[in-house]
């Protein structure tokens, strides 16, 4: 097994409230991953996906420490993800 590290991914969000907005993107992060030489050889950053969960914030504020979802091809495993968590403002759509 190899090892693989894509940085500069940005998170996408998801399950954001449809009257709230984010004032802040999140902060992009390192992936690392793990696999054998032919899958990881096919393995680009598109194929990685990194997502933040926002169902559970229904009000403005901080939303702080909101864990990371990495997704990733099978054959694939996910060793570490830097930082694991994003911090975002949200607002009410004006």
Do not use: C, W, Y
Not at 65 to 84: C, Q, T, W
């Amino acid at each position: 097994l190899q090892s693989m590290t894509f940085t500069n991914l940005v998170p996408q969000l998801t399950g954001l409230s449809n009257d709230l907005i984010v004032t802040t993107p999140p902060n992009p992060v390192a992936v690392r991953v793990r696999g054998n030489k032919a899958t990881l050889s096919k393995l680009t950053a598109d194929n990685v996906h990194v997502q933040a969960d926002l169902s559970s914030f229904t009000a403005p504020g901080e939303a702080v420490d909101v864990p990371l979802k990495v997704i990733l091809p099978s054959g694939v495993d996910l060793i570490e993800v830097s930082p694991a968590v994003t911090d975002l403002i949200l607002e009410k759509k004006p």
